[in-house]
């Protein structure tokens, strides 16, 4: 299997194994981890060559879990 180039790859993978609340708080746990990374100088994370990376993949995160927040809650129970 080739790598994933994008986080909604990685994503839509664990959505397909591990169901839609599953991938949530993987997403949620991870974006967290991202951000805190990005922040901490001590962290590869923050370098100029990474940073941009860790910071586009925080944005897809992001972006997912309003999504999903959006369309969770359009859903009656």
Avoid: C
């Avoid at 001590?42 to 586009?56: T, V």
């Amino acid at each position: 299997m080739p790598p994933l180039n994008t986080e909604k790859e990685r994503i839509n993978l664990l959505l397909q194994r591990d169901g839609l609340e599953a991938t949530q708080n993987w997403v949620a746990r991870t974006l967290n981890i991202y951000r805190e990374a990005v922040a901490s100088p001590a962290s590869h994370a923050s370098q100029k060559n990474y940073k941009p990376l860790f910071e586009k993949s925080i944005q897809e995160f992001e972006e997912w879990l309003s999504l999903t927040q959006e369309h969770n809650s359009l859903i009656p129970f």
